[in-house]
């Protein structure tokens, strides 16, 4: 997920580079709402037009299971529960558990896990076509890999091999931050290098190797490897 005050103009840009449609988000209107990009094996980029803050991973699964982990490793989290909205009309399609602060590369991710029951689906806020979990894979353009930096790299590959990531070996680039250590994925990879905490740069499918800057901290690169 991105927020930026340009976020046509960069969900543009990420369309044009994978081949992928622009697909409605968020439906809220104006520039609380968002769109985005799916890419053929699943994950997707949720774009907001609202103050630029950094990006931020989210993953997707059973949350009871991540609060086992986080129990038995320490890690300090909140959980919103759908079954806890007592509104009616702050519904949503989703429970969400979120890392707090002061936990290196932790708090630049969260974890998602969608309702089975259809009807907070056809709510107008979350009835935009990229939010549907698990559509059918295609052909097209992949999301491969995520860098991710870290500024005490160990704890954060610990804290990846908990969620479930597994160490796969070196990566090289031609592209900063050039040299990372792979963790192999369900859904993509992901990159983890020495750096500031956060998403740095995502790899897709290509067939020219391609570079682009959608913000200041995070770049698109695509045909590499």
Do not use: C
């Not at 989210?58 to 959980?79: H, K, M, N, S, Y």
């Not at 969608?114 to 939010?131: I, K, M, N, R």
Request: no cysteine; aromatic share 8%.
């Amino acid at each position: 997920m991105i927020r930026a005050l340009d976020r046509d103009g960069l969900a543009a840009k990420v369309a044009a580079l994978s081949g992928r449609p622009l697909l409605a988000g968020y439906r809220a209107g104006g520039p609380q709402g968002s769109v985005g990009v799916r890419f053929a094996n699943g994950p997707f980029l949720d774009i907001f037009g609202e103050s630029a803050t950094p990006p931020a991973l989210i993953l997707q699964g059973p949350l009871a299971d991540l609060e086992v982990v986080a129990g038995a490793r320490g890690w300090a989290i909140r959980t919103h529960r759908r079954e806890e909205i007592a509104d009616p009309a702050q519904d949503q399609p989703w429970s969400i558990l979120l890392f707090r602060r002061d936990q290196g590369l932790l708090t630049q991710i969260s974890a998602i896990e969608y309702a089975d029951d259809p009807a907070p689906w056809a709510l107008p806020d979350f009835s935009g076509p990229l939010y549907p979990p698990n559509p059918a894979p295609d052909t097209g353009t992949r999301l491969r890999r995520v860098w991710m930096g870290a500024q005490e790299v160990a704890r954060a590959a610990g804290d990846l091999a908990a969620l479930g990531f597994v160490a796969a070996g070196p990566v090289h680039s031609e592209f900063p931050p050039h040299e990372g250590t792979l963790y192999r994925g369900p859904r993509a990879d992901l990159v983890l290098f020495p750096g500031p905490d956060g998403v740095a740069r995502l790899d897709i499918d290509g067939r020219e190797l391609q570079r682009i800057a959608l913000t200041p901290d995070l770049a698109l690169v695509a045909g590499e490897g």
